[in-house]
């Protein structure tokens, strides 16, 4: 745990290059973005130039920040039960031998349906308010958070498991204090892709059934036109996705201490 516990402090340690590359990237995109609109590559309805999106932002931002709230609160509540409903899963598969069998080939069979395709049942089991669109989101990131729990806590060390074994711990033990120590680290790659995909299917909700949040404000926008507008929403799901990313990868630090043993410090 403690190289696991370096390399993610690795991860966090800024460095000049860390920074300055990702802004000099996007430093280019908005010149050539600029550039394309300054001379009519594209027309102004299609790709309006940044400041007219800067201009909207700063216009309608409490607006705006309505909408994202709304959002961030859906995708939170989607997040969050489809990690608790995952990791639930996940820990069933790998203490039952038979839960294993049972439940994991018809988790893959579902995967294989369209998860579009259902959202049409989603209206008509939950509505058209919060709970289909939290439901949706919770189709599409259980799978990836299933999976990767599943996988991290099934490859324990043999060695670390024969010697739970010879010390006569109980499988409760073996579980919390040497499975999910070592499946941390793929427990959160699976949160990080199952978040992604809970901020997809909330804004594909929001496309469809809501009258308030940021998918709704882009689809409204796009129907007249009002291209800055939606790239303006669109700017506003990214700060979206930061919040979440940033909370979940302070519980992810948090819990790398807990179980290294060094959260005090």
């Not at 579009?116 to 990836?144: H, M």
């Not at 940021?214 to 979206?240: D, N, Q, R």
């Amino acid at each position: 745990m403690d190289f696991i516990l370096n390399q993610l402090r690795n991860r966090a340690e800024l460095s000049p290059r860390r920074i300055i590359l990702p802004l000099l990237f996007l430093s280019c995109v908005i010149y050539l973005w600029q550039y394309a609109v300054d001379q009519k590559v594209v027309p102004v309805i299609i790709l309006p130039p940044p400041m007219d999106v800067v201009h909207v932002i700063t216009q309608n931002r409490d607006f705006m920040i309505g909408h994202a709230v709304s959002t961030l609160y859906e995708c939170f509540i989607a997040f969050l039960c489809a990690t608790l409903l995952g990791l639930s899963v996940s820990s069933l598969i790998t203490i039952s031998y038979i839960a294993r069998k049972a439940v994991y080939p018809n988790l893959v069979l579902f995967q294989l349906i369209p998860v579009i395709a259902l959202a049409p049942l989603f209206i008509l089991w939950f509505g058209v308010g919060t709970e289909a669109r939290v439901a949706y989101g919770i189709c599409l990131a259980i799978f990836p958070i299933v999976v990767s729990s599943s996988t991290g806590l099934l490859n324990t060390g043999d060695t670390y498991l024969k010697l739970c074994s010879s010390l006569t711990a109980s499988r409760w033990q073996t579980f919390s204090q040497v499975r999910l120590p070592f499946a941390l680290p793929l427990i959160f790659t699976g949160l990080r892709i199952g978040l992604t995909l809970t901020i997809i299917g909330v804004v594909v909700g929001e496309f469809v059934t809501a009258q308030q949040g940021i998918g709704y404000l882009i689809s409204f926008a796009a129907s007249g036109l009002e291209t800055a507008i939606a790239l303006a929403a669109i700017s506003f799901l990214l700060f979206v996705g930061l919040i979440l990313f940033t909370g979940l990868v302070v519980v992810e630090f948090t819990l790398l201490r807990m179980f290294s043993g060094q959260s005090g410090q």
